[in-house]
């Protein structure tokens, strides 16, 4: 028991950030591409992964490469080379969330760690069980669970777990380009159609003005993001009483100072937390989140202590 | 393409058993229903064991098969009770259930070894590998997600042995189904447990986001951002998924109306047969898509199947003006010699009132309802209360379980 510690996990957009991340305290950073990953902080093509490998290798962290996209035809053929090339680079986890994957990997011969993240679906303990007949080494769960859901789960099941501790988290994914398909609709210029990736955008609520989900399109379609960042920063008594084996920080849409400077308070609270930690000191370091958080994003601690209904 | 001996199956939403029964009387080969537990649809009528019991014998006389839905995203408390539920199911004669999270797979395999399972939309079978993976599970079918195209179905028929089930018909989640929580976070209704406040169908202001704060480009063009798709319909293109072999034609709609019903699976057993009889020349006949739109509450689209839906497969703006259809009566008798019909109300009619009568095989006729009579065999001009019995003149036969409709 005593020897427990969390890995703290951060995304990253490029090399840059990996390394800084990995600098600011990260045990393991979280990449990817678009082609196979779900909503990357930044595209990694192959080589570029095996630079973020070699770096934080040699500092004794790990790389998780993110493959949880929902597979069509064009893609799975694709896949047994992607595979196979991760393989080599020796990442230390395929984060993935579509059963294609295992047939795929059975054929293949090949070393990776599949760490199960089909985003919404990770909700029950039986189902995670299920997936651990199939050998996934990391369970991911679902954001929309409690925090007394997350610690039952991580009783019941053998795999090591994983939730999202801080930032943005994915609310809606459709295949359908659904921003391109507004701006059409308004038939505003050609002009501003091809500027839609390159802008940031945002969804409100027509009848509730203080809303904000940021909302992006990609090679998967489109995304829409939670309307508050999560932060657990002065929760994490709870989560590590819980044994919670992984914790991430989502850096999408934050700047590069930003997620840098949010790993290194996680950093800094998880070490506390091995010690004795005051209330008090828990209250500076969420200060010092509040301080640095965008005007336009609110904070708060998602479904972890909020009830659903259905 | 060489003609496919085997004709697929038309599959029908049952929200409640009178809904079964209709569906099944005209023409689908099997239902699916929700019981009160595990199920999507918390707000459709849903059947206890003992409907479920006498729903699975009405389809019996059809030859037909009844379907469970237990496709909820299970959440650790909802496990409880699903060995006995699958149990249950089993002994009461269900055909298979459409299931999509692998916790309730794990316990109907362990109670029910020997209940057909069927994987849900809800998970999102998009390529011929997990369809593939399901296969080595030992699941005889899997429902597609929307999102695929003909061309990827042909593929994994042809890489695959494998039941597939598509949708054809019906209401389409904007997203993925399962992989949207806007519900969740703007009603703490939980989507994926049968609580979704569709909220993706809500108005919305889309801002682009600069360096010097945020414009509001849905208040600059007076138009809403809205995510609302029109409704999927394969009446026109039915053969192409026919020629692939796909065996189960799905109609989405468990919380739709009898005519709804009645009226879908009508046209669609109609396409299914006229094909098989001779599909050298087949050829779509307009009365089956004029007959669509008598049941259709929002403009259709073919969604995924041949393109990326573009936003002429959305609903902005105002919504198209489609003529709407009441169910007015059910006939319950008909008496050949005074060519009087025994109509049970369902909706408000009344001398004058230009009305349709349908029913199975795609019956149907126009005419003015010139004389009712009560109960009592008293003329009257208007049947206004619900569910009484009267009698109608009629032009044409009719017969038990026709239905005539009425524009509102």
Not at chain 1, 137 to 149: F, G, V, Y
Not at chain 1, 200 to 212: G, I
Not at chain 1, 251 to 278: C, M, W
Not at chain 2, 340 to 351: D, E, G, M
Request: hydrophobic share 40%; net charge negative.
């Amino acid at each position: 028991m005593s020897n427990y510690q969390p890995e703290l996990i951060a995304t990253a957009r490029d090399i840059e950030e990996v390394k800084t991340v990995a600098e600011a305290g990260a045990d393991a950073v979280v990449i990817g591409h678009e082609r196979y990953g779900l909503r990357v902080a930044g595209n990694f093509d192959v080589t570029a992964i095996g630079q973020a490998v070699q770096h934080l290798h040699a500092c004794n962290k790990k790389v998780y490469v993110l493959t949880n996209a929902i597979f069509h035809n064009d893609i799975v053929q694709e896949l047994p080379d992607y595979f196979t090339g991760l393989a080599e680079l020796e990442v230390d986890g395929i984060i993935c969330g579509d059963p294609s994957v295992f047939p795929i990997l059975n054929e293949l011969d090949v070393d990776l760690d599949v760490f199960w993240n089909p985003e919404t679906l990770s909700t029950n303990y039986e189902t995670l069980k299920y997936w651990e007949t199939k050998g996934i080494k990391r369970a991911i769960l679902s954001n929309e669970l409690a925090l007394d859901a997350i610690a039952t789960i991580k009783e019941k099941i053998n795999v090591p777990v994983e939730i999202q501790i801080h930032g943005m988290t994915c609310i809606f994914q459709s295949k359908r380009k659904l921003v391109t398909n507004y701006y059409n609709y308004i038939e505003t210029d050609e002009q501003l159609k091809q500027d839609i990736k390159s802008k940031n955008m945002h969804l409100r609520q027509s009848n509730e003005t203080d809303t904000h989900y940021p909302v992006y399109e990609d090679i998967n379609g489109t995304h829409i993001m939670s309307n508050e960042d999560l932060c657990m920063i002065e929760h994490l008594q709870e989560i590590m009483d819980a044994r919670v084996d992984s914790l991430r920080i989502n850096g999408l849409f934050k700047s590069r100072e930003y997620q840098q400077k949010a790993v290194a308070l996680y950093r800094e609270a998880i070490d506390r937390h091995q010690d004795i930690i005051t209330d008090y000191q828990k209250h500076q370091l969420k200060q010092q989140i509040v301080t640095m958080q965008p005007n336009d994003r609110k904070l708060d601690t998602g479904f972890y202590y909020k009830e659903q209904i259905y | 393409m060489s003609t496919k001996v085997k004709k697929p199956e038309l599959l029908a939403p049952a929200g409640n058993l009178e809904k079964l029964k209709f569906a099944i009387h005209y023409g689908a080969d099997a239902v699916y229903i929700g019981g009160k537990q595990f199920g999507l649809r918390a707000k459709a009528g849903n059947f206890s064991f003992e409907e479920m019991a006498e729903g699975v014998e009405f389809a019996n006389r059809y030859g037909a098969k009844v379907y469970v839905a237990a496709n909820i995203i299970a959440h650790n408390e909802n496990l409880d009770g699903a060995k006995e539920y699958f149990k249950k199911l089993y002994e009461i004669g269900i055909s298979a259930v459409i299931i999509a999270d692998p916790a309730l797979i794990t316990a109907c395999k362990e109670a029910a070894p020997n209940l057909e399972i069927h994987i849900s939309t809800q998970a999102s079978i998009a390529n011929w590998r997990t369809a593939q993976y399901w296969k080595q599970e030992g699941i005889p079918r899997v429902v597609l997600a929307r999102e695929v195209s003909v061309e990827e179905i042909r593929q994994m028929k042809e890489k695959v042995d494998i039941e597939i089930e598509a949708f054809i018909h019906g209401a389409m989640c904007i997203s993925y189904s399962g992989r949207c929580v806007l519900s969740n976070h703007m009603t703490a209704r939980d989507a994926n447990r049968g609580g979704c406040a569709q909220s993706c169908r809500w108005k919305y202001d889309l801002f682009e986001d600069g360096v010097d704060g945020s414009v509001n480009v849905s208040e600059e063009a007076d138009e809403a951002y809205t995510m609302s798709s029109k409704d999927l319909s394969m009446v026109e293109h039915l053969p192409d998924l026919l020629e692939l072999g796909v065996d189960s034609l799905k109609i989405e709609g468990r919380m739709k109306s009898i005519h709804y019903i009645a009226t879908v699976v009508n046209v669609y057993r109609k396409i299914i047969d006229s094909y098989y009889e001779n599909p050298e020349n087949y050829q779509l006949n307009e009365a089956w898509v004029d007959e669509i739109w008598k049941a259709a509450q929002r403009s259709l689209t073919t969604a995924f199947y041949y393109e990326e839906p573009s936003e002429n497969a959305q609903l902005f703006g105002k919504p198209d003006r489609i003529p709407k259809y009441n169910f007015a009566g059910l006939v319950l008798d008909y008496d050949e010699d005074t060519q009087i019909a025994t109509v049970q109300q369902r909706n408000s009619f009344a001398k004058g009132d230009e009305i349709e009568f349908f029913g199975p095989n795609f019956k149907r006729f126009k005419q003015e309802i010139t004389e009712i009579w009560d109960e009592n065999g008293q003329a009257i001009d208007i049947a206004k209360h619900a569910m009484m019995v009267t009698k109608v003149k009629v032009d044409q036969p009719v017969t038990y379980f026709d239905m005539m409709r009425k524009r509102k």
